[in-house]
């Protein structure tokens, strides 16, 4: 349910809830020691951007974490209240940081802002600030340094597919499923039931010619989960390039794009990785950088915010970012030459957050899977809202990322859809453990993988 807005534009003050007049333990300051201003001067959230914000509520029931727990504080406009207090001067408090660790980053605030507010701006540059000025509690920093040793780096995630297909066709998965001991560690419950079930993957060369006549040179983006978990979706994507007349540049050496990173503050990480990646892509003369997974995506579309301040990286990150395209847009910006096979087959196709609110790449998906003869598309209800995979926030908070996955799963599996179809790989993972746990089923793909079925006239079931 929504706040109730008062004429004046701001939440009723008679609720207890107002961003101008809220009393101090609404905001959780009570007990606080005074102490330096949240904010420092390396790239806090720039006030005219906070003060675009009319407190008008049109944010509140697009936001995941409102909708779940309706507190004002957990919706965009309580968030940007206290962004404003720390720019007047206040602490950085555990609460406070806490309402930050909670948003999703999904930006559907900024899809439905009449304003224009820039919350993804914000909420990037209050993220900088908190994780390099507030000190975590020893096990969030363990949590943090375990995930982000290990998921920014392919080559170790690659590592864990030996043992994890043994654990998944041994039986041994089931078996620890039965006993409930995962229940005792909702962490690994959660990591555990987010791994897709594994297949070999297919070796991709590092330059693959163009079929027919070449249309043009593109890099192409391998990712970390995608390449570790999903790689199936890059030779999917590698086969549609090449068919529509691309010569697919795909460095072996190329590491993580920073999105994780980047979306969770670790602003130093994430520019180094930035730089190593344009440094891989310097010398292929690309016409366009594609990208399959949406988070991805986004991060890489503004590379040049990233390294703006760097002399060295600030041109070549602009020049760079300006060739990065989705694959849908890149298909669709080409035009098909490939012949499409029929697909019988009912689709329901999901706005990864990424694509749809941070990208505004919502029309090309569709474009694509309504040119596959016999295939009918359904939207899913309430599609602004996240599924709750958000980058690592779904392992960060297992509990109410879960009524969130629960959630899209429901509105999913209402749509009666054979087969749902989505651009990034953690909305499948977040969507299918959901199914499962709610004892359903239903078909998981990405797009790439239902062009490249039609392309190569491939039957329906092999998607199902």
């Known amino acids: 349910m929504t706040t109730p807005i008062s004429p004046g534009g701001g939440v009723d003050a008679t609720k207890g809830t107002h961003p101008t007049s809220a009393p101090r333990d609404v905001l959780g300051l009570v007990g606080t020691t005074p102490g330096e201003p949240a904010f420092d001067d390396h790239h806090p959230p720039r006030r005219d951007l906070v003060d675009d914000c009319v407190h008008c509520g049109f944010c509140l029931p697009t936001c995941p974490t409102y909708v779940l727990w309706g507190e004002e504080m957990d919706s965009p406009r309580g968030r940007i209240y206290l962004m404003k207090q720390g720019l007047d001067g206040e602490p950085m408090t555990d609460s406070t940081v806490e309402h930050f660790d909670r948003c999703l980053g999904c930006m559907a605030c900024v899809t439905a802002c009449p304003s224009g507010v820039q919350y993804d701006k914000l909420i990037e540059d209050t993220r900088q600030q908190v994780e390099r000025r507030h000190s975590r509690s020893p096990r969030e920093r363990a949590m943090r ?16 597919r030996g043992p994890l297909r043994a654990y998944q066709a041994s039986g041994l998965q089931r078996l620890v499923g039965h006993t409930g001991l995962l ?59 090449a068919a529509e007349g691309c010569e697919v540049v795909i460095p072996r050496t190329q590491g993580c794009c920073g999105a994780l990173s980047v979306h969770n503050g670790r602003e130093a990480e994430a520019q180094r ?18 990208v399959n ?22 041109e070549r990150a602009a020049a760079f970012c300006a060739k990065v ?45 309504r040119g596959i003869p016999e ?21 960060l908070n297992p509990e109410p990322a ?56 491939l039957p329906a079931k092999d998607l199902l």
């Open 145 to 160: 340094k375990a995930i982000f040793t290990l998921f920014p780096y392919p080559k170790r995630l690659r590592l864990l």
């Open 183 to 241: 229940r005792l560690m909702p962490t690994l419950a959660t990591m555990e039931s987010l791994a897709p079930r594994l297949a070999r993957p297919e070796r991709l060369a590092e330059r693959i010619p163009a079929r027919g006549t070449r249309r043009a040179v593109v890099g192409m983006l391998t990712g970390c989960v995608q390449s570790a978990f999903f790689p199936d979706v890059n030779a999917a994507t590698a086969r549609i390039l």
């Open 273 to 290: 990785f930035a730089r190593a990646l344009i440094d891989t892509f310097d010398d292929t003369r690309l016409d366009y950088f594609v």
């Open 293 to 314: 997974a949406a988070g991805c995506g986004s991060s890489l579309k503004e590379y040049d915010k990233l390294l703006a301040d760097d002399p060295v990286y600030a």
């Open 325 to 369: 395209r989705d694959l849908s847009e890149i298909l669709v910006e080409l035009g098909p030459v490939a012949p499409r096979h029929p697909l019988p087959v009912t689709v329901a196709y999901h706005d990864a957050c990424h694509l749809g609110h941070a990208q505004g790449v919502r029309a090309q998906p569709r474009e694509l899977l």
């Open 375 to 395: 295939l009918q598309v359904c939207e899913i209800a309430d599609a602004e809202i996240c599924c709750g995979s958000a980058g690592v926030w779904n392992i």
């Open 402 to 457: 879960q009524q969130l996955g629960d959630r899209k799963a429901r509105d999913v599996l209402a749509t009666g859809a054979q087969l749902l179809v989505t651009a990034n790989p953690g909305c499948l993972m977040q969507v299918a453990a959901s199914v499962r746990r709610l004892g359903s089923t239903i078909g998981l793909a990405h797009t790439a993988q239902v062009l490249d079925a039609s392309i190569r006239g």
